[in-house]
């Protein structure tokens, strides 16, 4: 499959890692649209949250136990955003599910 989130999980395309298990894999986001932008995702291939079943939502569950794993290691005791952009109105860009991890900044109250 031509996925580049996959090709990152894989090591075809370098990146620069903050946390990796067996399911979960986190690294900065190449255009950062803050002081932290760190982008999490499953080691296997989901589309976007649309596609989370009974079936693949421990990769979901894993995911959001991390999360705070890595806000703690980035330093974002003062509170931080997550995003998961969904499909073309939700202006996702690359379709292998992925959560933004945003802060370092306070963050504008309005999101869209
Ligand atoms: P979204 O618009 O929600 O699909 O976000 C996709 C993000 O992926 C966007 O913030 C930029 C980031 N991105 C795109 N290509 C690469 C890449 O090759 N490496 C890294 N680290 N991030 C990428």
Do not use: W
């Amino acid at each position: 499959m031509d996925c580049l989130f996959c090709k990152i999980v894989s090591g075809d395309i370098p990146s620069t890692k903050v946390y990796e298990d067996d399911m979960v894999l986190a690294f900065r986001d190449i255009a950062p649209q803050a002081p932290v932008h760190v982008l999490v995702i499953p080691k296997i291939h989901i589309d976007s949250a649309q596609d989370v079943t009974f079936e693949n939502s421990d990769y979901v569950k894993r995911i959001f136990e991390v999360i705070p794993k890595i806000a703690d290691s980035e330093g974002l005791e003062n509170g931080y955003r997550v995003i998961t952009n969904i499909g073309h109105d939700g202006a996702q860009s690359v379709h292998h599910m992925h959560f933004h991890i945003l802060g370092g900044k306070a963050m504008l109250e309005r999101m869209a």
